[in-house]
């Protein structure tokens, strides 16, 4: 399976800014990309600037969030025909920042994903234990609960179409990235979970790893066993760190 890189920008920059590391990484990835498949999360207000600036190369274009309903009184959220309108093709959820910032719950994270599915976007489905549920011995049940609460009602056939990521809380924008055998493990246990709940087809998903990944690091983590590929967030802001993170996926 070829790796997925994913940069995840987060609430960063204007446009101008938004259009400028676009055009850096159509000059500097290699064309075609072969070795893996990248995909870039903007901001809502430079999706447009930004699907303008990849077209006709090989990077897709991901939307951070959006709401489950079509339409409707839902102030301030943005629905999935929107973002199809402007050319994403993949979409986050259950992302760390929105589940303990912004109150998601599992509930809420398994109506987008099949909410994104109906529309025929890829879903990728973030999970991830918080430092003082580790530190209790919790991981693997956190894991559990949020990835059978993220997939519940995804049948089988629609596996292909799914991503999950595993974002330690406790790895994001700290600068302390999981071992390699901490993220192993981890893993290990969602690949399980992925055959229990779709049998053959669960194999095929990819499993990315998040939470301070860096061109120094990315080669090893992309080594680990169950490792699919990488979701960045500060090493996508440079295209310099991010070009590198991806030539280390092939
Ligand atoms: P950092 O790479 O900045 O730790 O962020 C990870 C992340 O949240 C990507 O979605």
């Avoid at 719950?105 to 994104?116: E, I, T």
């Avoid at 893993?187 to 860096?214: C, F, M, N, P, T």
């Amino acid at each position: 399976m070829k790796p997925l890189v994913a940069g995840n920008w987060k609430m960063h920059f204007d446009r101008a800014g938004a259009r400028a590391l676009a055009g850096d990484l159509m000059r500097s990835l290699p064309a075609p990309l072969e070795a893996a498949e990248v995909a870039v999360f903007p901001p809502f207000t430079s999706l447009a600037e930004v699907a303008a600036a990849l077209s006709g190369g090989d990077v897709t274009l991901g939307a951070q969030n959006f709401h489950p309903e079509d339409s409707g009184a839902f102030t301030g959220e943005v629905s999935l025909p929107m973002l199809l309108d402007v050319g994403v093709t993949r979409v986050l959820a259950g992302h760390s920042e929105r589940r303990h910032v912004l109150l998601e719950d599992d509930a809420f994270v398994n109506r987008k994903v099949l909410a994104a599915l109906k529309h025929d976007l890829l879903p990728i489905l973030c999970v991830g234990e918080k430092l003082e549920e580790r530190e209790a011995g919790k991981t693997a049940a956190v894991v559990e609960r949020q990835v059978r609460a993220g997939l519940k009602g995804v049948p089988p056939e629609r596996a292909g179409d799914v991503t999950l990521a595993y974002e330690p809380v406790w790895a994001i924008g700290t600068g302390l990235n999981a071992t390699p055998k901490q993220a192993a493990e981890v893993h290990a246990q969602i690949r399980k979970l992925l055959v229990d709940l779709w049998k053959e087809g669960g194999r095929g998903v990819r499993i990315l790893y998040g939470g301070s990944v860096k061109p120094e690091n990315s080669r090893e983590l992309l080594k680990t066993p169950e490792v699919n590929g990488l979701l960045v967030g500060g090493a996508s802001l440079k295209a310099d760190s991010f070009v590198r993170i991806v030539r280390a996926a092939g």
